[in-house]
C-alpha cells in the first residue's frame, strides 16, 4: 500500500513539473519572448552586425567611403599592420600607460577608500563621498582639455616647477602627464567602491583583530586586504581595457605626440594603441583599421585572461 502510495506521490510530482515546465514555455514564447523582442533586434542591428561586417571589411582594401572601391586582399591587412613598427611601439606605450595607471589607480583608492571607511563623522563622510564621485561624473574629453591649460607652458604650474617647456613636448614626461589625469579622474570612484566594499565587510573580524592586539596596518594587510581581492581584480581588469582603448585622453592632450624618428619611423611617445587605431582611420586606411580593430580585441581578451589568472581569487 505505502509503496503504490510512493508511486502515485512520483506520478503526481512529474505532471505537475511537467505542466509547470509547459506553461513555462508557453509563457516564453508569448509575452517574454514579445518583451525581449526589442533588445534582441537592436542587440543584431546595432552590435552583430556591424562587428560581422567589420569582419568582413578586414580582408579587403579599401580606401574611400565607396563599398565599389572594395579591394579582397586577404590576411594582408593583418601582416601590414602587424610587421609596421609604429604598432610595435603603440603596444609598448600602451603597456607602459597601463603600468603608469592601474597600479597608482588601485593603490591611491586602497588608501583613500580605507581612510574614508575609518571617518566617524557622517557629515564628513558623506562631503567626501560627493568629492570623490565629482570627476568620475565630468567627461575625460572635457577634463583633458582642462589639464591641457594647466600643462601649457605659460601656466603657473610649469613655472613653478622651472620648466622650460611643457611637460606635454618632453618625450620623457608626455605619458606620466597623460596618466597623471587619467589617475586623478578614476581614483575617486575606484576609492569608492574599496568604501563600499568595506562597509559591507564582516565588522566582527576586525573588531577580533584589535582585541588580539593587532596593529592598524596588520589588520589592514592580513584581515582587510584579503577581503577585497574581488574589488582589485575588478579595478586591474578593467584599468587594463581603459589603457588599450584609451583615446580622449591622448586627442586632447598631446595628439599622440611629441612625435620622434626611431630607426627611421616616425613614432608618438603617447600613441596608444587605441590613437594608433583612430589614426589609421583619419588616414582612410579603413581596412588596416578595421584589421587592427580585431587585433587589438585578440590582445585585449588574451592579456585580461592572463592577467585575470594570476590574480588571487576569493577563496584562496
Not at 608626455?174 to 559591507?200: C, D, R, T
Not at 587594463?240 to 591622448?250: K, T
Not at 587605441?274 to 587589438?296: H, V
Amino acid at each position: 500500500m505505502s509503496n503504490s502510495n510512493h508511486v502515485d506521490n512520483n506520478k503526481l510530482s512529474t505532471s505537475l513539473a511537467t505542466k509547470v515546465k509547459s506553461n513555462s514555455i508557453r509563457s516564453l514564447s508569448t509575452t517574454d519572448i514579445f518583451i525581449m523582442t526589442p533588445f534582441i533586434v537592436a542587440f543584431f542591428a546595432f552590435l552583430l552586425l556591424p562587428f560581422l561586417y567589420s569582419l568582413y571589411m578586414s580582408f579587403f582594401k579599401m580606401t574611400k567611403f565607396d563599398i565599389n572601391s572594395l579591394k579582397f586582399v586577404g590576411l594582408e591587412n593583418y601582416k601590414s599592420v602587424l610587421s609596421n613598427p609604429k604598432t610595435l611601439f603603440s603596444l609598448l606605450i600602451t603597456i607602459l600607460y597601463a603600468v603608469l595607471v592601474i597600479p597608482s589607480t588601485v593603490i591611491i583608492a586602497l588608501i583613500t577608500g580605507y581612510g574614508l571607511f575609518k571617518i566617524r563623522s557622517k557629515f564628513l563622510k558623506s562631503s567626501l563621498r560627493a568629492f570623490l564621485l565629482f570627476p568620475n561624473i565630468a567627461d575625460l574629453l572635457a577634463i583633458s582639455v582642462v589639464w591641457s591649460l594647466i600643462y601649457s607652458q605659460s601656466s603657473p604650474l610649469v613655472k613653478l616647477l622651472h620648466m622650460a617647456t611643457s611637460p606635454l613636448s618632453n618625450k620623457w614626461f608626455a605619458l606620466p602627464s597623460v596618466a597623471l589625469v587619467v589617475v586623478l579622474k578614476g581614483a575617486g570612484f575606484a576609492a569608492f567602491l574599496v568604501y563600499i566594499s568595506l562597509m559591507n565587510m564582516d565588522k566582527s573580524i576586525i573588531e577580533a583583530a584589535y582585541l588580539d592586539g593587532a596593529t592598524e596596518f596588520q589588520t589592514f594587510w592580513n584581515i582587510i586586504l584579503p577581503q577585497l581581492k574581488s574589488i582589485i581584480s575588478f579595478l586591474v581588469i578593467t584599468g587594463i581595457v581603459g589603457a588599450f582603448s584609451a583615446f580622449a585622453e591622448i586627442y586632447a592632450l598631446t595628439g599622440g605626440g611629441p612625435f620622434e624618428f626611431v630607426n627611421g619611423t616616425a613614432v608618438g611617445f603617447t600613441t596608444t594603441i587605441g590613437y594608433y587605431l583612430y589614426r589609421l582611420w583619419e588616414e582612410a586606411q579603413f581596412g588596416k583599421a578595421t584589421a587592427m580593430s580585431f587585433i587589438l580585441l585578440l590582445i585585449v581578451i588574451a592579456v585580461t585572461k592572463i592577467v585575470y589568472s594570476l590574480l588571487p581569487k576569493e577563496n584562496e
